[in-house]
Structures are given as C-alpha cells and as structure tokens.
C-alpha cells in the first residue's frame, strides 16, 4: 500500500464495480489527485477499508484526509466480502457528493480507473 500524504483522497472499491469506477472518473473529471486501493486484490487495503467505516463492506469508499467522506456512489454500491462480491446492491442514499454535475457527458477523463 502507498504511504497516504495528509491531503490525499483514497478511493477503496474493486475493478468490477462499476460505482467504483464511476466515482473515479468523477473525482477525474473534477482535477481531483485519487490513491485507488483495490480492496479484492490487496488485503491490507481491505482491512484499512474495514477499520475506517466499522467494518462496512460496501464499495467504493472516499477517504479524505483519513476520514471516510462517503460510502457508495449515487445511493449505490457493490459488497465485498470473503473473496466474493455481490455486485450492484443499493445503499445508503449519498449525502456527501460535493462535486457539481458532469457539463458534458459524452467527454471522460484521459485516466482509466479501476
């Protein structure tokens, strides 16, 4: 896992759901600098994951300056647990987007994500 600098957001999520995916071209989209940690694929990402939300297993997650700011994406989300993922489960309705919405959508960030 990489060492985390004080103002980094953390994206925690896996390569096969696709609210991870979307929340990390948003985070793109908007300038935002992003640490992805895929949770199936990197144990010590998990138990991070786990540690900051009490032990929720929804993806993705958005951790900013080591504080869980959301936990799915849009009210949606993907359960990680035991090796498996239930894809695609709704969650808590999201509070905490604070992006403004996407002007265009048919252009995407030059980055790939998860």
């Known amino acids: 896992m990489v060492d985390k600098l004080p103002d980094d957001i953390e994206l925690f999520g896996t390569s096969t759901c696709p609210y991870t995916a979307e929340l990390c071209e948003r985070l ?3 300038g935002r600098d992003v640490i992805e940690y895929d949770v199936e694929t990197d144990p010590a990402a998990l138990a991070r994951m786990l540690e900051l939300t009490g032990g929720q297993r929804t993806v993705p997650v958005l951790v900013e300056d080591g504080q869980v ?3 799915g994406w849009r009210g949606l989300g993907c ?3 035991g090796g498996l993922q239930t894809p695609c489960r709704q969650s808590a309705p999201d509070t905490n987007v604070r992006s403004k919405d996407r002007p265009d959508a048919g252009t995407s960030p030059s980055r790939e994500c998860v």
Do not use: E, P, S
């Open 69 to 71: 700011r959301q936990v």
């Open 28 to 30: 793109m989209w908007d």
């Open 79 to 81: 359960i990680v647990g």
